[in-house]
C-alpha cells in the first residue's frame, strides 16, 4: 500500500480508483513552506495540478521515499523534472484528457474575438445596443497560424479547415510529412509565421526557448489584411501556458491597433493581479485558466494520472513519463 498526496484536488472516480487498489490517498493542499520543510517525507507519491510547485529544493528534500510525481494534466513547468529525474523520480502526466476541451475552448475565444461577443455582452449589460460597432470578420478566408502542432493544435486545425480557413504551423520539431498529412503549411521559422497569418493561436510549451516567443518585434510582422482582401485585423489567441506573450507587448499592440483583438486563458502571472491593463482593455477578454474545466476533461485527467501513478508504484514504466529520457 503506498500513501499518496493529491494536493490541488481530484475527480472522486480517480480517488476511488486509487483506494480500491489499496493506496491511501491524503486529498488536501500543502503550503510551500511545508513541502520545503520536509511534507513529503510522508508520501510514495505526489499527484499535483498546476497550483503545487516542485522545484529542486522541494524534491530534494522528499527524503527518498517518493517513488513518482504525477501531474494531471499537460504542463510540468510546475515541477523541476531534472532534479526528480536526478533523485529517481519519474514524473508522468496526462496529456491526452484535456484535448478535446482546450481545442474547443481555443476555437470560442478565436470566435469570440472576430465577432465581439464578449464586448457586445459587457455593452449591453450597461444598456447600450451597440450593432453598428460590432461588424465582425468571418474565419473563412483568412490565414491561421498555430504556434507548436501537437494534438491541440492538430484538432483546433482540423475545425478551422472546415470554416475554410488555411492552416499554417511553426513547429522545429515536427516531421513535414504530419504538417503534409493534415493539410497545413509548415514554417520553418516563427517570423513568416506571423508575416503570413492575421489570426495566430498558440499551442507550444512554456520554457526558455518560447518564453516571450510571442513579443513585439513578431506581433508587428502580422499583415492585418488576409488573402481574401479583407482588412480583418490582427488576432491572437493562448490557450497554451502563459509567458510565452510578452503580455506588455500585446497591450502595446492593442493600443496602436496592430493587434485587433485578444483572447487568453493562461497568463504570467496567475491569478492576475487586481487593475491589470491587458485584462481592461476594451478589445481583450480572457479566462481564468479553464482549458481543462470540463466535466469530461476533470474526469478523463483524474483516471489517466491514477493509472500512470499506479504503474509506477508497481514498478513498470508508465507511458507518459517525461523525464524519461533523463532517468536512463
Not at 16 to 33: C, N, Q, S
Not at 58 to 73: P, Q, Y
Not at 186 to 205: A, E, Y
Request: charged fraction near 20%.
Amino acid at each position: 500500500m503506498a500513501r499518496i498526496a493529491v494536493t490541488d484536488g481530484m475527480a472522486s472516480d480517480a480517488v476511488f480508483f486509487l483506494e480500491r487498489a489499496g493506496h491511501e490517498v491524503i486529498l488536501e493542499f500543502i503550503e510551500e513552506d511545508a513541502l520545503r520543510d520536509g511534507a513529503l517525507t510522508d508520501f510514495d507519491a505526489i499527484i499535483v495540478r498546476s497550483a503545487t510547485k516542485l522545484p529542486r529544493d522541494i524534491i530534494e528534500n522528499s527524503g527518498g521515499r517518493l517513488k513518482v510525481i504525477g501531474r494531471a494534466g499537460v504542463g510540468v513547468d510546475n515541477i523541476d523534472i531534472e532534479a526528480a529525474a536526478q533523485a529517481g523520480i519519474p514524473v508522468v502526466n496526462a496529456p491526452r484528457a484535456s484535448t478535446q476541451s482546450v481545442i474547443e475552448l481555443t476555437v470560442g475565444h478565436l470566435l469570440s474575438c472576430l465577432r465581439h461577443i464578449p464586448r457586445a455582452d459587457r455593452g449591453m449589460r450597461l444598456d447600450k445596443w451597440e450593432k453598428k460597432a460590432m461588424k465582425g470578420t468571418e474565419l473563412s478566408g483568412k490565414n491561421l497560424g498555430l504556434i507548436g502542432f501537437g494534438r491541440i493544435a492538430q484538432g483546433v486545425g482540423s475545425i478551422a479547415q472546415l470554416f475554410g480557413m488555411n492552416v499554417h504551423t511553426y513547429d522545429p520539431y515536427l516531421p513535414a510529412k504530419v504538417a503534409k498529412a493534415q493539410n497545413t503549411s509548415l514554417h520553418k521559422k516563427v517570423d513568416t509565421l506571423f508575416q503570413t497569418c492575421t489570426h495566430i493561436s498558440v499551442h507550444c510549451n512554456y520554457n526558455n526557448e518560447t518564453h516571450h516567443l510571442v513579443n513585439a518585434e513578431r506581433i508587428a510582422l502580422m499583415p492585418g489584411k488576409s488573402p481574401d482582401g479583407i482588412p480583418c485585423g490582427n488576432h491572437i489567441v493562448n490557450c497554451a501556458r502563459g509567458g510565452i506573450i510578452d503580455e506588455d507587448a500585446l497591450l502595446e499592440a492593442l493600443n496602436s491597433g496592430q493587434v485587433a483583438s485578444a483572447a487568453l486563458d493562461v497568463f504570467e502571472v496567475e491569478p492576475v493581479p487586481a487593475g491589470n491593463k491587458l485584462i481592461q482593455h476594451p478589445h481583450f477578454h480572457g479566462t481564468p485558466h479553464i482549458g481543462a474545466a470540463t466535466l469530461e476533461a476533470q474526469a478523463r485527467v483524474g483516471l489517466d494520472i491514477a493509472q500512470a501513478v499506479m504503474a509506477v508504484l508497481d514498478g513498470k514504466k508508465a507511458d507518459t513519463t517525461v523525464n524519461s529520457h533523463l532517468l536512463e
